[in-house]
């Protein structure tokens, strides 16, 4: 699987989601859920700090995916997503049967940048998806959309 502009036109409606939850005053993660058929399924944002802790837009589409679609159609669903998924957002997908992911800027990455604005370390180990569901198909990160997200989190990082 290579990134194609199908890809990045769901990845940049990701990107939106993340800005819109960084203005609403959580840190700016942004998915969305695309049927086999192209269709967009449902779209979440980061509701980490204004809703719960665990309100993460990855877990919030495997839950609804669990509800409304079928094991099949799961399996067929590919979720797109501004970062990639935590070890517990990517346990929730896995135990959830969802397809692939496609992600904007890594787990890693986004360490990478934290350490460099002096954050502490995380609360939890970062864990590749594949770590966590080792058959998945994972795709990312997009180097086209890097700045973009660096921006985004970097602000969400000054604000504290």
């Known amino acids: 699987m290579d990134l194609d502009d199908t890809h990045r036109h769901h990845l940049r409606r990701c990107v939106e989601l993340a800005r819109e939850a960084l203005e609403a005053g959580d840190d700016p993660f942004g998915s969305v859920l695309v049927g086999a058929d192209g269709s967009v399924l449902a779209e979440r944002r980061n509701r980490e700090r204004t809703d719960q802790p665990l309100a993460h837009p990855e877990i919030d589409l495997a839950v609804w995916a669990g509800r409304h679609l079928s094991p099949d159609e799961r399996a067929g ?75 985004l989190h970097e602000r969400a990082f000054r604000r504290g």
């Open 77 to 151: 669903a590919t979720v797109y997503t501004s970062g990639e998924h935590c070890a517990m957002c990517s346990a929730a997908h896995g135990w959830v049967g969802l397809g692939p992911i496609v992600y904007a800027v890594s787990s890693r990455r986004l360490d990478q940048w934290r350490r460099e604005w002096g954050a502490g370390a995380s609360p939890v180990v970062t864990f590749s998806v594949n770590e966590v569901v080792p058959d998945l198909p994972v795709l990312g990160p997009d180097p086209e959309l890097e700045g973009e997200m660096r921006e």
